[in-house]
């Protein structure tokens, strides 16, 4: 997972800017996110937070402005581009197979990275770290226990987590997660806050979250934005205490 190279920073953006029909949903952002950690984006509805993960993981091109990797100009790349980087976002269940197992999810998501090599050349014994790289995500993502149930038969939150984990299996540098806890229910967001936990180690862990108590606990820095701008950078305590982002949420943070 890592290079042995160290950056200071994850993602740069550099005047970043999205228009549709000439309404700028991010507007000319500025930034560095740094290496490593739990790097939340907040903002009230419409504030430009997905709009800004899109460009990050290039799903959209920008209006104008750049993009960096660690200390590459990645404006100009596709996903998949920077998927090959260590770039990863999960998408909301959408890339479960339902009528397979979990197990069988899991695995075919680990050795897809071998076929996307040269799974001609695999050796045999190879088959072996399939299966132990399968266990262990399960047991990352806390589904060993259901590992032989149909897809479609777990909960919404276990979904979620599975589909957490078919990205985990690309070991990503940097795993991007959208209201990861939207819909889940207080059992199924702190089995989520742990797995969160467990897996950021090692790893920069973009979040966009819109519930603030998960948000306050598992973040090393938290981005504010609003109207497509950066309000406010900073730990959860600074924050909480920041007079802008208390107005911007009329309270709500108190
Ligand atoms: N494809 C699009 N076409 C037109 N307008 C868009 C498009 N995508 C986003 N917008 C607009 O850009 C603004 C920012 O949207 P975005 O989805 O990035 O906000 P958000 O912060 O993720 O909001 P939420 O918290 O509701 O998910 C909104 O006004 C939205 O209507
Ligand atoms: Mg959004």
Redesign the pocket.
């Known amino acids: 997972m890592t290079d042995g190279q160290t950056f200071a920073y994850a993602f740069k953006t550099e005047h970043l800017t999205?228009s549709?029909?000439g309404?700028k949903?991010?507007n000319d952002v500025t930034i560095e996110i740094p290496r490593g950690g739990v790097r939340a984006i907040i903002?009230?509805?419409?504030?430009?937070?997905?709009?800004?993960?899109?460009l990050l993981s290039g799903l959209?091109p920008p209006s104008t402005g750049r993009v960096f990797f660690e200390d590459r100009d990645i404006t100009g790349l596709d996903p998949f581009q920077r998927a090959r980087l260590g770039i990863a976002r999960s998408f909301q269940i959408s890339n479960i197979f339902r009528k397979l197992s979990v197990y069988e999810n899991v695995r075919l998501a680990v050795q897809s990275l071998y076929d996307g090599k040269a799974s001609f050349f695999l050796p045999i014994g190879k088959t072996g770290d399939l299966h132990g790289k399968t266990v262990a995500i399960l047991a990352d993502i806390g589904l060993s226990d259901v590992a032989d149930s149909l897809a479609e038969n777990l909960s919404h939150g276990d979904q979620r987590r599975l589909e957490i984990g078919l990205v985990l299996a690309r070991d990503p540098q940097v795993l991007m997660l959208?209201?990861p806890v939207a819909g889940m229910s207080p059992k199924e967001t702190h089995a989520t806050v742990e797995l969160i936990q467990r897996i950021s180690p090692g790893r920069t862990i973009l979040l966009?979250e819109?519930d603030i108590d998960v948000v306050m606990s598992i973040s090393t820095t938290i981005t504010v934005?609003q109207t497509?701008q950066i309000l406010a950078v900073g730990t959860p305590e600074e924050i909480r205490a920041n007079e802008a982002v208390q107005r911007a949420y009329l309270g709500g943070l108190a």
């Open positions: 999205r549709f029909s309404f949903a991010v903002g009230p509805n419409g504030a430009g937070k997905t709009t800004f993960f899109n959209l959208d209201e966009v819109h934005m497509g």
